[in-house]
């Protein structure tokens, strides 16, 4: 972990305080794909706050964030109650972008279950079109984004989706 004057930066951001809740179970027994991208998205919740991207910020500044781009690939199945783990990082961001990917693991068994890439737009809430962020907050994700960076590109990043043909 890197401490600056203004944040912790985990490389990944990593949370694991979250579990497995009875209603994110579907009719299979398992955790329904809907609270994969829930889950996904709480994590990604934090990973902003922790940037300083808070509901404060975007009052103040007149901005929010809007999902641009977001795939999911399901991997193993979760059920109820188990912990699961959540790993978030920044692999590319410019002024008005912000390129993550995540890892979602049984934090008790180990395993990954689920990974997502999602791209966020840093909008003008009044205008309601792209915008660009504020210095403090670029400077913030530059941070972020060079220790974030040592830890290579992840697998899924820019991962297509298609069937593969059989010859």
Known sequence: MIKTKAIDISAPFKRSDYKVKPEWIDH?????VTFYLEA?????GDFFRS??????YRHREGVATYCGD???HYIRELFEGIRI????????????????????????EGYLAAEAEVIY???????RKVAPMKSDLFDRMQVVYEAHKKLGQPGQKGRTISIKKRV
């Open 28 to 32: 299979n027994g398992h955790m329904n």
């Open 40 to 44: 996904f998205d709480h994590n990604i």
């Open 51 to 56: 940037m300083g991207l808070t509901k404060e």
């Open 70 to 72: 977001f795939h999911i």
């Open 85 to 108: 783990e959540i790993t978030c990082q920044l692999v590319d961001f410019d002024e008005k972008r912000i390129h993550l990917c995540q890892s979602m693991f049984n934090a008790e």
């Open 121 to 127: 737009l840093h909008v003008d809430a009044q205008a």
